[in-house]
C-alpha cells in the first residue's frame, strides 16, 4: 500500500496536492504520550495548590501541553469523521477568483490574516477582567473550553463555507435552516455583529486616547500594509520571506519612532487626540479596509500584526519561563460568589463565561471563518491549520492575559479596573477602597498607584478601565526583569498599549468586512434590483453595505464613549452575551448540517458545546434583563433613572441632569438588544433541532453544497512543506516561470463570483 498519494486532476499538470498516508511512529507515540503525561501533572498541581505560592510556569506548561494534544488527536479526529479534505477539489477562492475578495493565498498569510482578524479584544480583555475571580476558573475555561468549543466552532464553519462557495453564516442559517430559521438567524447576526464591532472599537478608542505614541505607531502601520500589498502583488509576487522581513522591520521602526514623537512638541499636539476624534477616525479606517482590495490593506496589514501579536506572546511566555512570577490572586476569589465585583457585576456562573468573550469560544470568529476566510482559502486540507490552529494560538493569547493579570499587586489590579465611581479616580480614595475589599498582601498606600504611575510614564492609573491597561502592566512587569531593567517599564508599557491596539483594530477592519457580506447576501435574498448584491464584489453594493455596516456599530460607538456609566463596564457584559448567543447560532448551523450529511453519530461533537453555550447565555440573558440588582440589570438601572429623571435628581454615577438623560437612552437600547438577542437566538435553536430531527428520521436528507470542481493548482498541506511537497512545488514553479501558466493569484478566474453557483 502506498504510503504517498499524489492527487491529479489534468494529465498536462502537475499534482495538485501530496496525502501523506504514513502512519505514526513509534518515537512520535512515546513524544505526545510524554506531553500529556506533562500536561495532566501541569493541571493536577494547578488545581490541587492553594495560597499564593503558585507560580504562572505551571498554566504555561499545562495549556501548551493540552493545545498539542487535541490538535494532533482531536482536530484530526473531526477531520477523519466530518471535514474529509480533499485537495483535488477546488475552493471557492480558486474558482471565483477575482482579485478583490476572492483569491488563493498562501496558507502561512492566510494563518495570520486570520488570526489576526480573530484575535481582537476578547482574548485580551476579558481574561483581565475575569481575573477578579482567581486564576483558576478562567483558566480551565480558556483551555477546555477552546478544545472542545471554539476551535470546533472556527473550524466546522469554515469546512461549510468552503463547501458553500463562502457564504456566509447568516446565508448558510437561511440555506439549511429555511425561512422561519434563516430570517431569525440573518437578523440575529447584523444586530450583534454591530454590538461585537462597537465594543472592539470601544477598547481601541480607550487605548489610544491622549496616547500620541500609539496613535503615531497604529497610524504607520496602514501606509506599511498598503506597500506590502503592492510589493507582494505586482513587485515580487510570491516573495513572502523576504516582505515579511521588510514589514517587520517598518513594523518595529514604527514602534520605535512612535515614542520619538510623542515626546517632540509638534508630536503630541497632532496626535494626542480625544476619544471622540478617535471613534470617528476608526469609523473612516473601517469603512476604507472594507471595500479596498483584500490583498491591498487588510491581508498584508493583518498579516504583519500577526509577528507583532505572536511574537510578543512568545515572548511573554518565554518571559514568564524566565522570570517565573507567582500568581498573587487566589485560585478562587470570593468574588466569584459576590455579584459585587469591582471589575464587573455577576457571579460565576455565568458571568464568567460570557466575560471570557474570546479564548474559550467566540461567536465572532465564525463571522471571519465564513466571510473573508473561505474566500481565500487554497486548499481543503488548511481548515484545521488555519480554523482549529488559529483558534488554539487565540487560547494561548487568552492564557497569557489572565497570567498577567493575576502576577500584579492585586491592590493594584482592583483599582485599575473599577469605575471612577468607585474609586473616585484619585490615589488617596483608590488605596481606601481597595483596603476596603480585604485583598490578601499589605495593604495599599496612595503611593501604590502614583508610583506604580510614575514607573509607566503616566499622569495616572486609577480606573484605567477596560482591561488593556491591566494586561499592559503585567506584561512591562514580566518584560522589565529579564529586559532591559525597572528603567524600561514605560518603554514596555507603551509597547504593550500599541500592541493591544494594534491587535484589536486587525478585527475592527475584518469584522466590518465580514459584516459588508452579509449585509449583501440578506439583501441579495430580495428580488428585483436588490438581487444584484448577491455578487458580494459588486462595487457599488459594496460601498453601499460597508456604508450602513459603519453607521451601524459607529453610532454604537460614539454611545459607549458618552456613556456617564463607563462605556466598556456597561457595554461589555452586552458584548459577552451576544458574542456566545451568535456562537450558538453557528454551532445550530454547523450540527444541521452535519446531521443532513448522514454523520448524525457525529452530532455530539457540536451538539454538547451547543447545549452549554445555551445553558450559560440565557442564563446571563434573563439576569441581564429580569434582575432588580442595579449592578446587573439593564431594565433595573433604567427604572430607578427614569425616576431620578422625573425628579430632577441624580442616579447611579451621572452627575450632570445631561448624563442621567444618556442612561436612561442607554440602558433602554441595551436592555431591548439583550432581549432581541435571546429570542433569536431561540428561534434558531428550536428550528434546528426540528430540522436536525426531520433530517434524522431521513437517514440524512438534501444540503447546500455547491457542486465539485477539479483543482488545478498546488498548494502543500502543513506550515512547512515535506519532501515530496517541495519536489512537487518545483514542477508547478517551472511551469510559471515558463509562461505555460498563470501564477497563482493573479485574477485569471471570472472577474466576478457567479452568484448562480451559490444556490
Known amino acids: 500500500m502506498a504510503t504517498i498519494e499524489y492527487l491529479r486532476t489534468d494529465p498536462d499538470l502537475p499534482?495538485?496536492?501530496?496525502?501523506?498516508?504514513?502512519?505514526?511512529?513509534?518515537?512520535?507515540?512515546?513524544?505526545?504520550?510524554?506531553?500529556?503525561?506533562?500536561?495532566?501533572?501541569?493541571?493536577?498541581?494547578?488545581?490541587?495548590?492553594?495560597?499564593?505560592?503558585?507560580?504562572?510556569?505551571?498554566?504555561?506548561?499545562?495549556?501548551?501541553?493540552?493545545?498539542?494534544?487535541?490538535?494532533?488527536?482531536?482536530?484530526?479526529?473531526?477531520?477523519?469523521?466530518?471535514?474529509?479534505?480533499?485537495?483535488?477539489?477546488?475552493?471557492?477562492?480558486?474558482?471565483?477568483?477575482?482579485?478583490?475578495?476572492?483569491?488563493?493565498?498562501?496558507?502561512?498569510?492566510?494563518?495570520?490574516?486570520?488570526?489576526?482578524?480573530?484575535?481582537?479584544?476578547?482574548?485580551?480583555?476579558?481574561?483581565?477582567?475575569?481575573?477578579?475571580?482567581?486564576?483558576?476558573?478562567?483558566?480551565?475555561?480558556?483551555?477546555?473550553?477552546?478544545?472542545?468549543?471554539?476551535?470546533?466552532?472556527?473550524?466546522?464553519?469554515?469546512?461549510?463555507?468552503?463547501?458553500?462557495?463562502?457564504?456566509?453564516?447568516?446565508?448558510?442559517?437561511?440555506?439549511?435552516?429555511?425561512?422561519?430559521?434563516?430570517?431569525?438567524?440573518?437578523?440575529?447576526?447584523?444586530?450583534?455583529?454591530?454590538?461585537?464591532?462597537?465594543?472592539?472599537?470601544?477598547?481601541?478608542?480607550?487605548?489610544?486616547?491622549?496616547?500620541?505614541?500609539?496613535v503615531f505607531s497604529i497610524g504607520m502601520t496602514i501606509p506599511i500594509a498598503l506597500f506590502m500589498g503592492v510589493y507582494l502583488r505586482f513587485l515580487r509576487p510570491g516573495a513572502v520571506g523576504e516582505v515579511s522581513a521588510i514589514g517587520i522591520v517598518l513594523l518595529l521602526l514604527a514602534i520605535v519612532s512612535g515614542g520619538w514623537v510623542s515626546e517632540t512638541a509638534w508630536g503630541e499636539d497632532w496626535f494626542t487626540l480625544s476619544k471622540v476624534t478617535i471613534a470617528w477616525l476608526l469609523i473612516a479606517y473601517g469603512f476604507f479596509a472594507s471595500v479596498l482590495p483584500v490583498w491591498l490593506l487588510l491581508a498584508p496589514r493583518d498579516y504583519l500584526s500577526t509577528f507583532m501579536k505572536i511574537g510578543t506572546i512568545g515572548l511573554l511566555a518565554i518571559g514568564i519561563l524566565i522570570t517565573m512570577p507567582v500568581l498573587k490572586a487566589p485560585a478562587v476569589s470570593e468574588f466569584a460568589f459576590d455579584k459585587t465585583g469591582p471589575a464587573f457585576a455577576g457571579s460565576l456562573f455565568p458571568f464568567l463565561f460570557i466575560t471570557i468573550a474570546c479564548g474559550a469560544l467566540s461567536g465572532f470568529h465564525a463571522l471571519v471563518s465564513s466571510g473573508t476566510t473561505p474566500k481565500l482559502l487554497a486548499k481543503e486540507s488548511h481548515a484545521r491549520m488555519i480554523g482549529y490552529g488559529g483558534m488554539l494560538m487565540e487560547s494561548f493569547v487568552a492564557v497569557m492575559a489572565i497570567i498577567t493579570a493575576t502576577i500584579i499587586d492585586q491592590h493594584l489590579y482592583f483599582g485599575m479596573n473599577a469605575a471612577a465611581g468607585l474609586t473616585g479616580g484619585t490615589p488617596e480614595k483608590a488605596a481606601a477602597y481597595t483596603n476596603s475589599l480585604g485583598l490578601s498582601g499589605p495593604p495599599a498606600t496612595p503611593e501604590t498607584f502614583s508610583n506604580a504611575a510614575s514607573e509607566l510614564g503616566e499622569k495616572s492609573i486609577v480606573s484605567r478601565t477596560g482591561g488593556a491597561p491591566t494586561l499592559a502592566v503585567g506584561i512591562s512587569e514580566v518584560f522589565s526583569k529579564f529586559l532591559g531593567g525597572s528603567g524600561m517599564k514605560s518603554f514596555w508599557y507603551h509597547f504593550a498599549i500599541m500592541f493591544e491596539a494594534l491587535f484589536i483594530l486587525t478585527t475592527i477592519d475584518?469584522?466590518?468586512?465580514?459584516?459588508?457580506?452579509?449585509?449583501?447576501?440578506?439583501?441579495?435574498?430580495?428580488?428585483?434590483?436588490?438581487?444584484?448584491?448577491k455578487d458580494p464584489s459588486w462595487r457599488v453594493g459594496a460601498w453601499v453595505c460597508s456604508l450602513l455596516v459603519v453607521i451601524g456599530w459607529g453610532s454604537i460607538l460614539l454611545m459607549g464613549v458618552n456613556d456617564p456609566l463607563g462605556g466598556i463596564n456597561a457595554l461589555y457584559p452586552l458584548f459577552g452575551i451576544a458574542n456566545q448567543l451568535l456562537a450558538a447560532i453557528a454551532l445550530t448551523v454547523v450540527m444541521t448540517i452535519i446531521v443532513k450529511k448522514g454523520y448524525a453519530k457525529w452530532a455530539w461533537i457540536p451538539g454538547i458545546p451547543l447545549v452549554w453555550d445555551l445553558l450559560v447565555t440565557m442564563t446571563?440573558?434573563?439576569?441581564?434583563?429580569?434582575?432588580?440588582?442595579?449592578?446587573?440589570?439593564?431594565?433595573?438601572?433604567?427604572?430607578?433613572?427614569?425616576?431620578?429623571?422625573?425628579?430632577?435628581?441624580?442616579?447611579?454615577?451621572?452627575?450632570?441632569?445631561?448624563?442621567?438623560?444618556?442612561?436612561?437612552?442607554?440602558?433602554?437600547?441595551?436592555?431591548?438588544?439583550?432581549?432581541?438577542?435571546?429570542?433569536?437566538?431561540?428561534?434558531?435553536?428550536?428550528?434546528?433541532?426540528?430540522?436536525?430531527?426531520?433530517?434524522?428520521?431521513?437517514?440524512?436528507?438534501?444540503?447546500?453544497?455547491?457542486?465539485?470542481?477539479?483543482?488545478?493548482?498546488?498548494?502543500?498541506?502543513?506550515?512547512f512543506p515535506t519532501?515530496?511537497?517541495?519536489?512537487?512545488?518545483?514542477?508547478?514553479?517551472?511551469?510559471?516561470?515558463?509562461?505555460?501558466?498563470?501564477?497563482?493569484?493573479?485574477?485569471?478566474?471570472?472577474e466576478s463570483p457567479d452568484v448562480s453557483l451559490s444556490k
Open 15 to 214: 499534482p495538485v496536492g501530496v496525502v501523506d498516508k504514513r502512519p505514526i511512529t513509534a518515537k512520535m507515540k512515546a513524544i505526545f504520550a510524554a506531553i500529556a503525561l506533562l500536561g495532566a501533572g501541569a493541571w493536577a498541581y494547578i488545581a490541587v495548590a492553594r495560597g499564593e505560592s503558585v507560580n504562572s510556569v505551571w498554566i504555561v506548561v499545562a495549556a501548551v501541553c493540552t493545545y498539542v494534544t487535541a490538535y494532533r488527536f482531536y482536530a484530526k479526529f473531526i477531520e477523519w469523521k466530518i471535514t474529509k479534505p480533499r485537495d483535488d477539489l477546488a475552493t471557492p477562492a480558486e474558482i471565483l477568483e477575482n482579485g478583490k475578495d476572492y483569491m488563493p493565498m498562501d496558507r502561512r498569510v492566510l494563518y495570520g490574516h486570520h488570526f489576526a482578524a480573530i484575535a481582537g479584544a476578547g482574548p485580551l480583555v476579558g481574561p483581565v477582567l475575569a481575573a477578579q475571580m482567581g486564576y483558576l476558573p478562567g483558566t480551565i475555561w480558556i483551555v477546555v473550553g477552546v478544545v472542545f468549543a471554539g476551535a470546533v466552532q472556527d473550524y466546522l464553519v469554515l469546512w461549510a463555507s468552503t463547501k458553500r462557495r463562502g457564504r456566509s453564516l447568516g446565508q448558510m442559517a437561511r440555506d439549511e435552516l429555511g425561512a422561519i430559521g434563516g430570517v431569525a438567524a440573518i437578523v440575529g447576526i447584523l444586530v450583534i455583529m454591530m454590538i461585537l464591532l462597537a465594543v472592539l472599537a470601544l477598547v481601541v478608542v480607550n487605548a489610544l486616547a491622549e496616547s500620541p505614541w500609539g
Open 620 to 719: 446571563a440573558s434573563w439576569q441581564k434583563i429580569f434582575s432588580a440588582d442595579p449592578k446587573v440589570g439593564y431594565w433595573k438601572q433604567n427604572s430607578l433613572c427614569e425616576q431620578a429623571q422625573a425628579a430632577g435628581k441624580l442616579c447611579l454615577t451621572a452627575k450632570t441632569p445631561e448624563q442621567v438623560d444618556i442612561v436612561v437612552r442607554n440602558t433602554f437600547i441595551q436592555g431591548t438588544l439583550s432581549i432581541v438577542f435571546a429570542a433569536m437566538v431561540l428561534i434558531v435553536a428550536v428550528v434546528g433541532v426540528l430540522v436536525c430531527y426531520r433530517a434524522w428520521r431521513k437517514g440524512g436528507s438534501e444540503t447546500t453544497e455547491t457542486p465539485d470542481v477539479p483543482s488545478k493548482i498546488f498548494e502543500p498541506t502543513g506550515f
Open 510 to 533: 475584518a469584522g466590518t468586512r465580514v459584516a459588508r457580506f452579509m449585509v449583501s447576501d440578506a439583501l441579495g435574498n430580495f428580488s428585483g434590483p436588490l438581487r444584484k448584491f
Open 723 to 750: 519532501a515530496e511537497e517541495k519536489e512537487v512545488q518545483k514542477q508547478w514553479d517551472e511551469l510559471v516561470a515558463a509562461g505555460k501558466i498563470a501564477p497563482r493569484g493573479s485574477a485569471h478566474g471570472a
